[in-house]
C-alpha cells in the first residue's frame, strides 16, 4: 500500500528588491521646478549662437590681418629690390627704377643690331601702348628699352634708333656691369656671341616684355606669341584689378 505523499514544507520567498526607476529623458526638470518659457529658451540659445559667431568672425579677421600685413611687407621688400637697375638714359641722365614709381612701365631687353627680333617686338609693344592711350580714362604708361648691347649702344646709338617706334619709348644703357645688373635684376638671359671678320656679332637673350606696376612690383610679362592686342588687354586687367601698396605703418 502506497505511502501518502508529505506535503513539502513552502519556503517563504526572499523579498524582491523594489523595481528600478524608469531612466530619465533629457534634462526634464524636477517636479514641481519652474521651466523658462520656450521664447526666452530660444532667446537664451540665440545669445550663445551669436557670441560663438561673432568670435569666430573676430579669430577670422585677426588672421586676414595677419596675412595680410605679412603680404604688404613682402610686396614692399619685392618694391624696394625687385628688378632695380642704375642705367642712363639717351640724354645722358642717370635713371633708376625709383625715377618710374608712380607708372606703369612696360620694359623690354633688347639691342639696336638685333636683325628681326627686337625691331618686331619693339613694334608690338608701341602698338599697345597706342591702344592703350586711346583710353584717357587709363593711368600713365611708359615703354622702356635696356639695351643689353652697351659696347655699341651708346646714348646716341640708341636715341636713332628708337626714332622708329613710339615718341615716349625711353632708351636705356650703361656700364657692361651696370647692363648685366640690370638684365640679372629681371632674371633675362644674355650671352654675346663670337665675331665676324669685320668685329660684327650677335647677343642672345630672353625675348620677354615686362609689365611693372607703380609701386614697381612686377607683375607680368610677354613672350613672342602674344600680339599687341593681347599685350594690351592684360595690361588692362592688371590696371583695372589693381591696388596700390598702402603707406609705411598704414596697414
Known amino acids: 500500500m502506497l505511502r501518502a505523499l508529505r506535503p513539502l514544507p513552502q519556503l517563504c520567498p526572499r523579498p524582491c528588491p523594489p523595481p528600478c526607476p524608469p531612466p530619465r529623458r533629457g534634462l526634464a526638470a524636477a517636479p514641481g521646478a519652474p521651466r523658462l518659457p520656450l521664447r526666452r529658451r530660444l532667446a537664451a540659445a540665440g545669445a550663445v549662437a551669436g557670441a560663438a559667431a561673432a568670435g569666430w568672425l573676430y579669430l577670422r579677421h585677426e588672421k586676414e590681418r595677419r596675412q595680410r600685413a605679412r603680404r ?6 619685392l618694391a624696394l629690390g625687385q628688378g632695380d637697375f642704375q642705367l642712363r638714359d639717351t640724354s645722358g641722365a642717370a635713371r633708376s627704377k625709383a625715377d618710374f614709381l608712380g607708372r606703369w612701365v612696360l620694359l623690354y631687353f ?3 643690331h638685333c636683325p628681326d627680333v627686337c625691331p618686331e617686338e619693339l613694334q608690338k609693344l608701341s602698338r599697345a601702348v597706342e591702344l592703350l592711350e586711346r583710353d584717357p580714362a587709363l593711368p600713365p604708361l611708359q615703354p622702356l628699352f635696356v639695351t643689353v648691347d652697351p659696347e655699341r649702344d651708346d646714348e646716341a646709338a640708341l636715341a636713332r634708333y628708337l626714332r622708329d617706334f613710339h615718341p ?4 636705356l644703357t650703361g656700364t657692361a656691369e651696370q647692363v648685366r645688373a640690370a638684365a640679372a635684376a629681371f632674371r633675362v638671359y644674355v650671352s654675346a656671341g663670337p665675331r665676324d671678320a669685320d668685329g660684327d656679332y650677335v647677343v642672345d637673350h630672353s625675348v620677354l616684355t615686362f ?3 607703380p609701386d614697381g612690383i612686377f607683375r607680368d610679362c610677354y613672350g613672342r606669341s602674344r600680339t599687341a592686342e593681347e599685350l594690351a588687354r592684360s595690361v588692362r586687367a592688371h590696371m583695372d584689378t589693381y591696388e596700390p601698396l598702402p603707406p609705411a605703418g598704414g596697414e
Open 72 to 77: 604688404l611687407r613682402h610686396l614692399r621688400q
Open 168 to 171: 615716349r619709348l625711353l632708351g
Open 211 to 213: 609689365l611693372v606696376d
Open 110 to 112: 633688347g639691342f639696336t
